[in-house]
């Protein structure tokens, strides 16, 4: 057993496996250990047992009006995994769909007025993003890809602001000294997030009709997100 845990919450299956893909590069984990919280509750594994958890993206958004059963499940999966890293019992990153879900338990607000379309985007650290022991080390500012159609308004009550950028003003934040939250994917590679963007090309990520030009530009990104997956393992012990 990995001591840190995948924590899938993507309906398609593809999506999911080449997620899974992602993060142990990233993390320098293999095996990495996963659950799939669209199949799987929380609670039918040991998942106290962990040191780590990695939260992947999902086409949900917190601020859908009819949620499924599927997806109220999961949000509460995912809220005891935040409440384990609010403990300090592990440490944990919740990427994307999954800051949505962190920001409304702690009290913020989550709207659509920012939504970034599929790209590489830069963001920029603030005085604490440049003091943490996960961010500081990538400098000033670092390249990551973004596809999202809601964010944070605003860094909710208790967190501490770790990057933003004139697109969306939330990107990264802090909870305590265990609790990390992206809006960005920091596990994908230009290719891993083409593949993705196949998956999701009639799901409002992008233009549909500028796909090959949007492809192309991803293709020839540069993204510094493994770096942070990597202090993420060496901070869990990895």
């Known amino acids: 057993m990995s001591s840190v845990l995948y924590v899938c919450v993507r309906p398609e299956r593809s999506a999911a496996d080449a997620e899974h893909r992602s993060f142990s590069r990233g993390l320098g984990i293999g095996p990495l250990d996963r659950i799939d919280l669209m199949h799987t509750p929380l609670r039918a594994i040991d998942w106290q047992s962990y040191d780590g ?29 935040a409440q384990r890293a609010l403990d300090a019992s592990a440490l944990a990153m919740f990427t994307c769909y999954g800051i949505g879900v962190v920001t409304r338990m702690l009290g913020g607000e989550v709207h659509t007025g920012r939504p970034e379309r599929a790209s590489a985007t830069r963001v920029t650290l603030t005085a604490a993003g440049t003091d943490d022991p996960l961010f500081g080390p990538s400098g000033d500012s670092l390249s990551v890809f973004t596809a999202h159609k809601e964010s944070a308004r605003e860094t909710p009550p208790t967190a501490v602001l770790l990057a933003t950028n004139d697109a969306c003003t939330v990107q990264a934040y802090r ?64």
């Not at 086409?59 to 509460?76: I, R």
């Not at 596990?187 to 549909?208: C, H, I, N």
């Open 175 to 238: 909870v305590g000294d265990h609790l990390y939250a992206t809006q960005f994917h920091p596990e994908a590679s230009p290719q891993d997030f083409a593949d993705r963007m196949a998956v999701y090309r009639a799901s409002g990520y992008f233009d549909p009709a500028q796909y090959d030009a949007t492809e192309r530009a991803i293709l020839a990104a540069t993204v510094e997100g493994d770096e942070l997956l990597n202090r993420f393992s060496r901070l869990v012990g990895v």
């Open 53 to 81: 958890f990695v939260i992947g993206g999902s086409p949900f958004n917190v601020t859908d009006a009819d949620k499924s059963a599927e997806q109220l499940s999961v949000e509460d999966d995912l809220r005891r995994i």
